[in-house]
């Protein structure tokens, strides 16, 4: 089982949600390879936000070693499951996609808390600390939601 987190800059969102269900794949000793990406190449080769880094650092998660890079079409072919952070990912995501397999691949991630409700994890960039936080429940909650209804 190979799984992609996408979203817009592969700098906040998407980091984090791959240190998480990796962290949680490794302790658990699963056969899972995990990934992201962001919708745009803006800020490829960085490093997570520093924001982003100090808020999983606070829970004893380190994603200083990820580095952004660009979603590219071939990720079709790698990943089994694409999940989206928010719908204009999820769109972007869609618009590469070649055939309704592709297009099977790709979720919005907090729809594993929320089935059907299409609800955003927020866009932390702009905002204060405090949207870092929000956004590290909303991601512990579905990925642990992840590794019990679908990889165990
Ligand atoms: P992310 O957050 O999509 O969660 O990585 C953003 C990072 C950068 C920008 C927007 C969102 N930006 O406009 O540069």
């Known amino acids: 089982m190979k799984i992609l987190m996408v979203c817009l800059g592969n700098i906040c969102r ?3 949600a791959d240190g998480l269900l990796k962290s949680k794949v490794e302790s658990l000793g699963l056969n899972v390879v995990v990934d992201s990406a962001g919708t745009s190449g803006h800020h490829s080769g960085e490093s997570p936000d520093p924001r982003m880094r100090a808020t999983a650092k606070h829970h004893g998660l380190s ?26 990912n999820f769109n972007n995501i869609l618009k590469l996609a070649r055939n309704d397999e592709d297009r099977s691949k790709v ?4 729809n594993e808390i929320t089935p059907g409700l299409n609800k955003a994890v927020p866009d932390p960039y702009y905002g204060g600390d405090q949207g870092f936080e929000e956004v590290y429940k909303m991601l512990d909650e579905a990925t642990d939601i992840i590794i019990n209804t679908r990889l165990k």
């Open 14 to 16: 998407s980091p984090l």
């Open 107 to 110: 979720m919005m991630i907090l």
């Open 63 to 88: 994603i200083d070693h990820l580095r952004a890079r660009q979603f590219v079409t071939s990720d079709f072919d790698e990943f089994d499951l694409i999940y989206a952070m928010d719908s204009s």
